[in-house]
T-cell receptor
Framework: SAVISQKPSRDICQRGTSLTIQCQVD?????MFWYRQQPGQSLTLIAT?????????ESGFVIDKFPISRPNLTFSTLTVSNMSPEDSSIYLC??????????FGQGTRLTVV | QKEVEQDPGPLSVPEGAIVSLNCTYS??????FMWYRQYSRKGPELLMY????GNKEDGRFTAQVDKSSKYISLFIRDSQPSDSATYLC?????????????FGAGTILRVKS
């Protein structure tokens, strides 16, 4: 398994501001993944964060809105920029060990008011 | 049409009941099938995964895959109040490193004591 620490666990933010979510893994991994989980909906992959290269974004997600950093093999951040109430959601980071299953952090519950 | 369909519930059962959770999917390329359990305010945790068709048992949990019908199930025997959570099915075409998961919306299960 993998121990993934994610913070903050929750936050209430004003619209128009930005929030940076941090994800720390207990061992080195090549890829880290960021998901969004909206109420009553599937987990949706936002982007894949690779160490040493630009993140790869899924359709419907752009770097200006969700910039990602991956400074080393155990850490990544996701920023939710210029927030609106539609960004209220749970954001999750995840890792996949080579040829094994995905493991998740505890999530960040974001409310934009 | 969503790639993975899952009834959101909630499903409410008495303690000791057998629970059946199901997902259907449309992409015949899916080969790996997973079930995650997510408690309130926590990240998803892997319960079971299976490859291709067949059954897999782990304690009170049985995962079943029918690729001909594009249908997967998770059975919980002797359900306990501690099983109350959201259950997410997930699947992927292969276990190649970094291959993204596609999730169902999750089924809320409530086991009443």
């Amino acid at each position: 398994s993998a121990v993934i620490s994610q913070k903050p666990s929750r936050d209430i933010c004003q619209r128009g501001t930005s929030l940076t979510i941090q994800c720390q893994v207990d061992s080195q991994v090549t890829m880290m993944f960021w998901y969004r989980q909206q109420p009553g909906q599937s987990l949706t992959l936002i982007a894949t964060a690779n160490q040493g290269s630009e993140a790869t974004y899924e359709s419907g997600f752009v770097i200006d809105k969700f910039p990602i950093s991956r400074p080393n093999l155990t850490f990544s951040t996701l920023t939710v920029s210029n927030m609106s109430p539609e960004d209220s959601s749970i954001y999750l980071c995840s890792v996949v060990r080579a040829r094994t299953e995905a493991f998740f952090g505890q999530g960040t519950r974001l409310t934009v008011v | 049409q969503k790639e993975v369909e899952q009834d959101p519930g909630p499903l409410s059962v008495p303690e000791g009941a057998i629970v059946s959770l199901n997902c259907t999917y449309s992409n015949s390329a899916f080969q790996y099938f997973m079930w995650y359990r997510q408690y309130s305010r926590k990240g998803p945790e892997l319960l079971m995964y299976t490859y291709s068709s067949g059954n897999k048992e782990d304690g009170r949990f049985t995962a079943q895959v029918d690729k001909s019908s594009k249908y997967i199930s998770l059975f919980i025997r002797d359900s306990q109040p501690s099983d109350s959570a959201t259950y997410l099915c997930a699947m992927r075409p292969s276990m190649e490193y970094g291959n993204k998961l596609v999730f169902g919306a999750g089924t809320i299960l409530r086991v009443k004591s």
